[in-house]
């Protein structure tokens, strides 16, 4: 009896222990040739243990152990025969002459895959330092020779977390044409000074949850573009950079309304803005609605820690004498609190030719940290409804609606 409950008991752990391996097949990169010795380019070797895995019938997992993986151009390319993880658990390094990256759409490209898992606690380094002394794009509005560090096209049901992006040529991570995808736990470092190195910018995606992220840069944190609808951001630290920003929108023709998108329980520090929705002037039509900041606190931000910006201009490339055409309505402000380096903590500028509707203001309390006067606000173009305790008193000037 005893050996027949023995022998029983090891032929179900051996049942269990090769349906664990069916279920979830390792495709190691070292198998495929990877060195990992920081000079050998490793990227055709991810490339094949990346195909073989996504042929797989099953789970499978592309495993990048530690060590340092030199690599250009890898593209993770969809659709897949079933769920596939990526566990990156050592860096990755792009060639650090812009040049040898030009004209690609982005370094690390995952597109068209549907259960995507990225984790492991690696690192995806774009040593930008090169291209940032080059780059020039902010006054002249042309990137595309610079490439994304992380692009993520056409994913669905995906989830990415605990990874790094760092030191960025062009954006950290981008996110297009997805639907129900998260980003937890993950890390942005690149210094104040790089240019255009936005952490996480979305655009044209539905149902995004980005939340825990660490994310210090020298763009926005967080920026988002035309089409991002039901996004959720929540309990990230963000500094320094350019804050949370929803736009800038209306700069070109057809674009997607954004719509329903929550900014929750975040701290913002040493940053040049805090939450700002920004339209160009002179704009076609456009909508931006039902967006909600709250619980947010702020740090020593320089430049109106709460701001709508209908007027936005950046290098003066634009028609700054005619109205955006981007209709804002839903916003809520709530339970904002902390410091600016500016005394104007709140401005809302809203355009002239479509004003802001239903914009709410609740318990604010932000402080001038400077020397000389005191905080105020603006508001231009909207009657916000305020709520509970507002300091200082919004809307303490006021341009009557035009």
């Known amino acids: 009896m005893g050996s027949k409950f023995i022998l029983g008991t090891t032929f179900f752990l051996f049942l269990i222990s090769f349906s664990i391996k069916a279920r979830a097949a390792?495709?190691?990169?070292?198998?495929?040739?990877?060195?990992?010795?920081?000079?050998?380019?490793?990227?055709?070797?991810?490339?094949?243990?990346?195909?073989e895995a996504c042929a797989s019938t099953t789970p499978s997992t592309v495993l990048i152990a530690k060590g340092n993986y030199m690599a250009g151009p890898v593209k993770f390319q969809g659709p897949c025969k079933a769920p596939v993880s990526i566990r990156v658990e050592g860096t990755l390094q792009a060639p650090a002459e812009p040049e040898k990256l030009k004209s690609q759409d982005g370094w690390v490209v995952f597109r068209n895959i549907?259960?995507?898992?990225?984790?492991?606690?690696?690192?995806?380094?774009?040593?930008?330092?090169?291209?940032?002394?080059?780059?020039?794009?902010?006054?002249?509005?042309?990137?595309?020779?610079?490439?994304?560090?992380?692009?993520?096209?056409?994913?669905?049901?995906?989830?990415?977390?605990?990874i790094t992006s760092s030191n960025s040529k062009l954006f950290h991570i981008n996110v297009l044409n997805c639907k129900n995808v998260t980003l937890q736990h993950v890390i942005i470092t690149a210094p104040g000074e790089s240019l255009n190195t936005d952490g996480i910018h979305i655009g044209r995606s539905s149902n995004i949850n980005i939340t825990g992220a660490e994310i210090k840069t020298g763009d926005d944190c967080i920026s988002l573009g035309d089409g991002s609808q039901q996004i959720n951001i929540?309990?990230?630290?963000?500094?320094?950079?350019?804050?949370?920003?929803?736009?800038?929108?209306?700069?070109?023709?057809?674009?997607?309304?954004?719509?329903?998108?929550?900014?929750?329980?975040?701290?913002?520090?040493?940053?040049?803005?805090?939450?700002?929705?920004?339209?160009?002037?002179?704009?076609?039509?456009?909508?931006?609605?039902?967006?909600?900041?709250?619980?947010?606190?702020?740090?020593?931000?320089?430049?109106?820690?709460?701001?709508?910006?209908?007027?936005?201009?950046?290098?003066?490339?634009?028609?700054?004498?005619?109205?955006?055409?981007?209709?804002?309505?839903?916003?809520?402000?709530?339970?904002?609190?902390?410091?600016?380096?500016?005394?104007v903590v709140v401005k809302l500028a809203c355009s002239k030719g479509i004003p802001c509707q239903n914009v709410q203001i609740s318990d604010i309390h932000l402080t001038y940290n400077g020397k000389n006067g005191a905080a105020t606000s603006v508001c231009t173009n909207v009657k916000p409804t305020m709520t509970g305790q507002i300091f200082p008193p919004a809307c303490a000037k006021t341009a009557a609606l035009r």
């Open 114 to 162: 549907d259960g995507l898992t990225v984790s492991g606690g690696g690192t995806f380094d774009g040593q930008g330092s090169i291209a940032w002394s080059k780059n020039d794009c902010a006054k002249t509005g042309k990137c595309n020779s610079l490439p994304i560090n992380i692009r993520f096209s056409g994913l669905t049901n995906s989830h990415i977390q605990n």
């Open 234 to 343: 929540e309990k990230v630290k963000c500094g320094p950079g350019h804050g949370i920003s929803i736009g800038s929108l209306g700069r070109y023709h057809d674009e997607q309304p954004v719509t329903g998108v929550t900014v929750r329980n975040c701290t913002i520090s040493n940053t040049s803005n805090g939450v700002r929705v920004k339209t160009w002037p002179a704009s076609p039509n456009g909508v931006a609605s039902d967006l909600h900041f709250e619980d947010i606190i702020m740090e020593n931000v320089k430049t109106s820690p709460v701001l709508i910006d209908q007027e936005y201009c950046p290098n003066g490339q634009c028609q700054a004498k005619i109205p955006s055409k981007v209709k804002i309505s839903n916003v809520s402000f709530k339970n904002i609190r902390g410091t600016s380096a500016d005394p």
């Open 26 to 51: 390792d495709f190691d990169i070292k198998k495929y040739g990877a060195k990992a010795d920081g000079k050998t380019d490793d990227s055709q070797a991810i490339n094949r243990a990346w195909k």
